[in-house]
């Protein structure tokens, strides 16, 4: 699901105006390696006005939506990628009836799509994160009074979120686990589940990152948001 690329819902509604932008905008994910037909293997095609593509050899038509959770919605494929967006962005769970009503289709449709969007997101979790990534570890409605920094006996509940950035420093991808304590052991989890080796990952100087150093490229910096370590 690494399709919306950090954007702002304006900036969303303006790139996919219309069904034709958002297959433009698959069928150049879907070849950008080139064109390779599926029931053939022939590699010489003609373009077709909705971004299919059409083998020059044995006439098979494939198109930008086939093998994606996009083909043949009967709702729209735009209005498909507004589904996907809400998703991947929104902080809040969506329930099916608000998807039904503010999309104008059923309550069982919405629900059926985002049973799908859902399988694919959690897919996503084969693809780790292999840009600039950022990890930050807190407590769930803040640091408890009397509690020194991250404090282990600390009865709220913890959590790390690693979050990758675009070049231009948008959000890109955002993961976050719940975590036993703050010790190396608990905070590894979220780098064997979703970050590559290869990422450049940015933490704070807590010691917990220390051990995890060893395999992983990553840089601590100085923390401003005053917490005792």
């Known amino acids: 699901m690494d399709i919306f690329k950090g954007q702002n819902l304006l900036e969303f509604a303006e790139r996919f105006k219309t069904d034709f932008d958002c297959k433009e905008y698959l069928a150049d994910i879907k070849w ?3 064109y390779c037909c599926r029931k053939c293997g022939n ?4 373009v077709r006005k909705d971004h299919s593509r059409t083998c020059n050899k044995c006439s098979d038509t494939e198109s930008p939506t086939a093998s994606t959770i996009f083909h043949r919605v009967r709702f729209g494929v735009r209005t498909a990628f507004f589904i996907c967006f809400e998703m991947a962005t929104t902080t809040k769970g969506l329930s099916a009836t608000q998807m039904g009503v503010r999309y104008g289709i059923t309550e069982k449709t919405a629900r059926l ?3 799908k969007v859902r399988e694919a997101m959690a897919s996503s979790g084969h ?10 570890e807190f407590v769930l409605g803040g640091y408890e009074q009397n509690k020194i920094g991250r404090s282990y006996d600390a009865k709220k509940k913890k959590a790390v979120t690693a979050v990758e950035f675009t070049d231009d420093g948008k959000v890109k991808r955002m993961y976050a686990l719940n975590i036993r304590d703050f010790s190396a052991r608990s905070l590894q989890y979220i780098f064997i589940k979703h970050i590559d080796r290869r990422a450049k ?3 704070d100087k807590w010691k917990g990152y220390r051990p995890i150093a060893k395999a992983y490229d990553i840089t601590q910096v100085d923390s401003n948001n005053g917490r005792d370590y």
């Open 32 to 34: 950008k390696d080139g």
């Open 43 to 46: 590699k010489s095609y003609q």
């Open 113 to 115: 799509f985002m049973l």
């Open 127 to 136: 693809h780790p994160m292999d840009g600039n990534v950022q990890v930050d």
């Open 201 to 203: 990952v940015t933490t």
